[in-house]
């Protein structure tokens, strides 16, 4: 089963007209103000789904600072999850800092939705204020025993829309703050893992981190793969293409065209993921 882990779609309202939400939504704005960068539905995920060879998709949507926009998001989320069971796994998204955080994690479990992502923390990076308020949203997660996907981002390199000033410091206190939350760090926990090659503290910190790999191509050379899998192991990572930004084919030419073996390479398309997920394969 190919499990694609990281994919965001967007109730028609939105998509139709993006421009409205510009004004209040400046991590928004800067990701999705140039028409370009493309917003699909769930029946337009489907379809590449069904064009690209992949069995499930885990949904979501944007961390909206607004209430009412968080919660017609993941209203759409879980409709799309009712229509399509057997294909999309959905995942309740939000401003992790919004005092309704915690309110909105729970109705969400409750309507059928499978754990919390895509957090992210565009303006600041993840300080201590932070992960003060994600508290609660992560004990829920700890006691219904779900996964949450984190953004976070390489802290060096090329700047981009959507690249936050998180550090690794940031990131891995984000580990230490929750050891006992399965935790999903997007777009390969901004490269932490390599530190999982230090002899003290860190692979244990580390233990219930796994890392997606949503937008590497663009990010990484190819060797990521065999390399990432030699520090922290294949059973550590989640497919993930961050679609419709990047479509499935161009990781799988990566990963096919790798040194590791079939076994590591079905784990990386989706058996890791739904084990993370608590799926029946």
Excluded at 102 to 119: D, F, K, M, N, Y
Excluded at 160 to 186: E, W
Excluded at 203 to 231: G, Q
Aim: aromatic share 10%; net charge negative; charged share 25%.
């Amino acid at each position: 089963m190919i499990i694609d882990i990281h994919t965001h779609i967007f109730p028609p309202e939105i998509r139709q007209d993006r421009n409205a939400c510009f004004t209040s939504e400046d991590a928004f704005y800067r990701l999705y103000s140039d028409p370009r960068a493309c917003m699909i539905g769930a029946r337009e995920l489907i379809d590449t789904m069904d064009a690209e060879g992949v069995d499930r998709s885990v949904v979501f949507g944007f961390p909206w600072q607004s209430a009412d926009r968080f919660r017609q998001q993941n209203d759409y989320i879980m409709e799309a999850v009712a229509r399509y069971p057997d294909r999309l796994i959905g995942l309740a998204c939000f401003d992790a800092d919004h005092p309704a955080a915690a309110e909105e994690t729970s109705r969400c479990l409750e309507g059928g939705l499978s754990g919390v992502g895509e957090l992210a923390y565009y303006e600041g990076g993840i300080t201590e204020d932070n992960l003060d308020r994600l508290t609660p949203v992560m004990a829920i997660c700890r006691e219904k025993d779900v996964p949450v996907l984190i953004h976070t981002n390489e802290p060096i390199g090329h700047n981009y829309p959507g690249k936050s000033p998180n550090t690794l410091s940031q990131i891995y206190g984000l580990a230490q703050r929750f050891p006992d939350n399965r935790l999903i760090l997007a777009h390969w926990g901004g490269g932490v893992f390599f530190y999982a090659l230090l002899k003290k503290e860190v692979r244990d910190t580390l233990k219930n981190v796994w890392y997606d790999t949503a937008a590497s191509p663009f990010l990484y050379d190819a060797a990521i793969w065999e390399t990432a899998a030699r520090i922290i192991g294949a059973d550590k990572i989640l497919f993930g293409t961050d679609c419709p930004l990047l479509k499935p084919t161009r990781y799988f030419r990566e990963i096919d065209a790798s040194p590791l073996s079939a076994g590591d390479r079905a784990l990386i398309k989706g058996g890791n993921a739904a084990r993370v997920l608590g799926l029946t394969v």
